[in-house]
């Protein structure tokens, strides 16, 4: 069976120091991975999505980039983050027609 | 626009039966779904639709779908407090990648 893994489960970082999020999959090859944030009280805004080693698509600009080194890791990065930074981060993978999601990493940027 | 709505509170008792609205915009999708999320958890999959189905029941859930008015909704039968839950909508496109995410509906279940 397929599963997703996100670490860390919580993270407190001070304002410019770098993050560096890691979302591997396992039972599954060539998946499509996805980054979300969720805002406190607020929906889902994707952020990236690849659909292969290397292939990183954006969707809103920002102080964060996301990089595939392997085909089942994605990895969400930031060399300065900011207080806006602060949010729920999750990874998800697309299985078929649906999207599974990993269990989420609580950032606060202090 | 690409938004995805849902009304943000719903408030029910016990026992009775939640209706959680949603309408979407792309006469595309092809695919509609439910997310349940509880607190500082990621996103659980509760059931989907494809868009040529006008209904899907699953134990105590009912999807109903409204394609002329782009209106999904989830019925939640014999409600429980184990049911509070932030709940998501959301849709696939045709020939993309991306999935869009309503608002989220929070549901609280009274005792």
């Known amino acids: 069976s397929q599963t997703i893994h996100q670490w860390p489960a919580t993270l407190v970082q001070p304002v410019g120091s770098p993050l560096s999020l890691e979302c591997t999959v396992e039972?599954?090859?060539?998946?499509?991975l996805y980054w979300y944030r969720q805002a406190a009280g607020r929906g889902l805004q994707l952020l990236f999505y690849?659909?292969?080693?290397?292939?990183i698509s954006s969707e809103v600009p920002q102080n964060l980039s996301a990089s595939r080194p392997q085909d089942r890791q994605f990895i969400l990065s930031s060399k300065k983050l900011l207080l806006s930074d602060s949010g729920f981060y999750l990874c998800?993978?697309?299985?078929?027609?649906?999207?599974?999601f990993g269990a989420g990493t609580r950032l606060s940027v202090l | 626009g690409e938004d995805v709505e849902q009304s943000l509170f719903l408030s029910v008792r016990e026992g009775d039966s939640s209706v959680i609205n949603c309408t979407y915009t792309?006469?595309?999708?092809?695919?509609l779904y439910w997310y349940k999320q509880e607190p500082g958890a990621g996103l659980q999959l509760l059931t989907y639709?494809?868009?040529?189905?006008d209904m899907k029941q699953d134990q105590r859930l009912t999807v109903l779908l409204n394609k002329k008015d782009k209106h999904l909704s989830l019925r939640i039968a014999d409600t429980q407090t184990g049911d509070s839950a932030i709940y998501f909508c959301?849709?696939?496109?045709?020939?993309?990648?991306?999935?869009?995410f309503g608002t989220g509906t929070r549901l609280k279940v009274l005792a």
């Open positions: 998800a993978w697309r299985g078929g027609n649906i999207q599974y």
């Open positions: 039972g599954t090859s060539n998946p499509n």
């Open positions: 690849s659909v292969g080693i290397g292939q």
């Open positions: 792309d006469s595309s999708s092809t695919y």
């Open positions: 639709i494809f868009s040529n189905m």
């Open positions: 959301a849709e696939s496109r045709q020939g993309t990648y991306k999935y869009i």
